[in-house]
């Protein structure tokens, strides 16, 4: 019962402190202009959430319906609570969201720092709600499981995993699709075609972009990371109770997912006091709190590991997962905003080709440091404590989750202030200090993103390995047919989901460019600033294209399991689990990093550096972002989801049909 109180006690503290951020955002001025044009952006991404939930309902019904056909009504509930829990987590950030977002640009007009305490509060709103839903329903499921009298609550989380990794993938596909094909369209009539600054209000795509930005960056990395954090604390629960049932590592595990919260949640309170003050820079406050945080959870993790095992060797496996992320994130900072990136904007004077060439090539380069910090941080972790080892390693990373989120969630708050400035015609000043943030803000979203997909890897390493034990599969040798035909799949698989989800972003984008060519020809006076931009339109535009675009990638990642299953085996669904984690954690690092460093290539540019904006080192430069945009936020963040759904969904359903 301990465990509940602990859990308890770490959730409503979150919850009281989550009350608090929101009360005193709300409290902060804006004027109404700025308000007005919040409000628009506001509206049109709750109506998206709206229809993307209505698109969802169908899927979600029939699955609950499979679950208490195949095991009882109960584990059905409980999968239907994990999803709304993920939508709750996601649509309540959002909403916050978008209410910071016109106060950060009204703070603006002070300076940097009073723009980065409005935009860092707004982003800490998701970063407190995703952990206080986690540890929440850990400690609900955990009670409930006393109370009703079963063993353990792990055959709740399961349901409970499944349910956020359900939503989660509809949530990061579709708003990755919507925020992208926004974004194309409206740079290349614009920027491009046109001529016109970004964000520009006669840009009919630029409120669809400004939309996007919430329920692709905001809801939907929502929705991801807490679905990553419940993915990981059921694989450290799940691999415990099958090797080492008679120790306390569920007592172990509450506790560190608790301490590692109240650590980011003590930073994130003193941080928005120091930025609140001035007394720290603004990109020195934002890429150390994560580092921080860590440092106070290493120092917990030790005491509670010699105080519950007398020992420091489940300590061991956590710090391998905190400095593995720590190493991640600086890998990440590294290639997406150091001399790779500068060395992409050199490469833009000549043209769009070397800029492309010269991002993918940083893009792979950026996988050898990154895998080899996973592959080290795996063995260290397996060397102190086996199988368990790995899980704790996984679960650790993401402790001081509720710190990475704030970091991350800021960017797009800072991105959206820039656009409201740039449409409501405010003084140059303050799209300058909404710009120091938002560059800012793309690294943070790039170390955010090569974080989740470290901890993904070692997550569904821990979920591969309570499958194979659970279902008993004896042949894993690479001489066996069937495993290396389900290792070629899985090595596929990401290729050919990345592909569909590029190609929704493609063909969303292509509408969107058609109507934004059409609205400059046929509405007079719209490039004088005269007639008003049919805006609306093209928010329908990305709506439409990302609800129909997110149905063929998802099922694709849910019906796969069971068709290599029924086709070919068990030992060839390990195969699919185990190429589809190698190949997916190296595209999804390749993807996110390229992406990244395009995108502040370009803002390298802009700042006056090479000719700066409208030379064609900067047109160059625009290519290479667009190209990089739906790689870093649509696909590459839809991989860390595939390779822990199509592991859940396996470990759910295929024991039904072995003998």
């Not at 306390?248 to 003050?277: N, Q, W």
């Not at 008993?472 to 990345?498: E, I, Q, R, Y």
Request: proline share 3%; with cysteine; charged share 10%.
């Amino acid at each position: 019962m301990i465990n509940v109180w602990i859990g308890a006690s770490a959730g409503i503290c979150g919850l009281l402190g989550l009350f608090f951020v929101i009360r005193d955002i709300q409290g902060l001025p804006s004027d109404q202009v700025l308000m007005n044009m919040g409000h628009i952006i506001r509206r049109g991404a709750l109506a998206y959430l709206k229809r993307q939930f209505k698109t969802m309902a169908p899927f979600l019904g029939a699955l609950a319906i499979l679950l208490s056909f195949f095991f009882r009504p109960l584990f059905a509930v409980f999968f239907l609570f994990g999803a709304i829990c993920s939508l709750l987590s996601g649509l309540t950030g959002m909403s916050i969201a978008t209410s910071a977002n016109h106060k950060t640009t009204y703070a603006a007009k002070t300076s940097v720092h009073h723009a980065l305490y409005v935009a860092f509060s707004g982003g800490s709103v998701m970063g407190i709600l995703t952990c206080s839903m986690g540890i929440l329903g850990f400690t609900f499921l955990e009670w409930f499981s006393i109370m009703s009298g079963a063993e353990s609550s792990i055959h709740f989380l399961i349901a409970f995993s499944l349910g956020a990794s359900f939503v989660a993938l509809f949530a990061r596909i579709g708003g990755g699709i919507f925020t992208k094909a926004a974004d194309i369209g409206a740079d290349i009539v614009g920027k491009i075609e046109a001529r016109i600054p970004e964000d520009d209000p006669r840009n009919p795509a630029v409120i669809a972009d400004n939309v996007g930005d919430n329920v692709g960056d905001v809801a939907g990395m929502g929705a991801d990371l807490f679905e990553s954090y419940v993915g990981a604390f059921y694989g450290c629960l799940a691999i415990s109770l099958l090797t080492a049932s008679d120790l306390p590592y569920p007592l172990f595990i509450f506790c560190i997912a608790s301490l590692g919260f109240l650590a980011s949640l003590v930073l994130i309170v003193i941080g928005r006091k120091i930025i609140r003050k001035a007394k720290i820079a603004p990109e020195t406050f934002i890429r150390n709190i994560g580092l921080f945080a860590s440092f106070l959870t290493i120092i917990g993790s030790a005491f509670l590991s010699w105080y519950i095992f007398h020992g420091l060797t489940q300590f061991y496996a956590v710090l391998v997962g905190i400095l593995c992320g720590v190493l991640l994130g600086k890998i990440t900072d590294y290639y997406t905003s150091s001399k790779p990136v500068i060395n992409i904007a050199r490469h833009s004077q000549s043209g769009s080709a070397t800029n492309i060439l010269a991002g993918l090539s940083t893009g792979m380069e950026s996988t050898f440091l990154s895998i080899l910090i996973i592959a080290l941080s795996i063995w260290l972790a397996f060397a102190s404590l086996g199988l368990l080892g790995i899980a704790l390693a996984g679960l650790g990373m993401l402790l001081t989750l509720s710190s990475t989120i704030s970091i991350d969630a800021y960017g797009p708050i800072s991105d959206n202030a820039g656009g409201i400035a740039e449409l409501t015609h405010q003084a140059s000043y303050v799209r300058e200090n909404t710009d120091v943030l938002d560059a800012i803000g793309n690294t943070t979203a790039a170390i955010g993103k090569g974080f989740s997909i470290g901890s993904a890897a070692l997550t569904a390493l821990t979920l591969f390995n309570t499958f194979s034990i659970n279902t008993h599969a004896v042949d894993l040798s690479l001489t066996n047919p069937k495993l290396l035909s389900g290792l070629l799949l899985g090595a596929m698989l990401p290729f050919f989901f990345s592909s569909q989800a590029l190609t929704a972003v493609s063909k969303t984008a292509h509408q969107m460019v058609k109507e934004v060519r059409r609205q400059f020809k046929e509405i007079v006076g719209i490039m004088q600033g005269e007639a008003q931009a049919d805006y609306e339109k093209c928010i329908d535009i990305a709506t439409i294209g990302a609800l129909k675009g997110m149905i063929l990638p998802s099922l694709t990642g849910i019906l796969s399991p069971f068709l290599v299953f029924f086709i070919l085996g068990l030992e060839a669904l390990a195969g699919l689990i185990a190429g589809t984690l190698i190949s997916g954690v190296c595209m999804a690092i390749f993807m996110s990093n390229t992406g990244g460093a395009w995108d502040n290539a370009k803002k390298y540019i802009e700042s006056g550096k090479l000719g700066g904006k409208g030379s064609p080192a900067h047109h160059a430069s625009i290519t290479g972002d667009t190209v990089g945009d739906p790689l870093k936020d649509t696909a590459g963040p839809s991989l860390n989801i595939l390779i822990k759904l199509i592991s859940i969904i396996s470990l759910v359903f295929i024991p039904l049909f072995l003998p």
